[in-house]
């Protein structure tokens, strides 16, 4: 399993919303995501969490709550992806330029009409609440196919 992070950074009733226009042969090419990426080794999930939008934002974490762990099977080129959603209010820096796409502060009411992975949906919904999520998201040619999801 692969393991990944993604936090969306908020402020002031907006969320910062990175659209993947940069890359080639981008699995989330054309998509708006949060912030986050790959463990490297050795690597907590908070490290990693922290790593990502230092590197994809400028920007310094100084505080992370973790919302839940998703599985999507056989989602990174055949191999399960295990990943950790975050939020973060509390921060430091200035945003710089991401070689990955164009990152931009989204205000919460217009998320819902953005182009987005469909089960990404509701991790705005895990944000709303003070409970730990566990999903599994399954798609089949980037169409959502199945959804499970618990909370605690």
């Not at 393991?3 to 009733?13: A, W």
């Not at 998703?70 to 945003?95: N, R």
């Not at 705005?124 to 999903?135: C, G, N, P, T």
Request: aromatic residues 14%; charged residues 25%.
């Amino acid at each position: 399993m692969i393991l990944t992070t993604m936090c969306y950074i908020q402020k002031d009733h907006q969320t910062l919303m990175l659209h993947r226009i940069k890359k080639e042969n981008d699995i989330n090419g054309g998509k708006w995501i949060g912030v986050g990426g790959k463990f490297e080794e050795g690597e907590s999930a908070e490290e990693c969490m922290r790593r990502e939008i230092y590197e994809e934002t400028g920007l310094t974490a100084l505080k992370l709550q973790l919302h839940g762990f998703v599985v999507f099977p056989k989602l990174y080129h055949g191999q399960d992806e295990g990943m950790f959603v975050y939020t973060c209010w509390d921060f430091s820096g200035e945003i710089h330029e991401c070689d990955e796409g164009i990152l931009q502060w989204i205000d919460n009411d217009q998320i819902s009409s953005l182009p987005m992975w469909e089960g990404d949906y509701h991790f705005f919904e895990w944000i709303q609440d003070s409970k730990f999520h566990s999903a599994k998201i399954v798609y089949e040619n980037d169409q959502l196919i199945d959804y499970q999801e618990s909370c605690y």
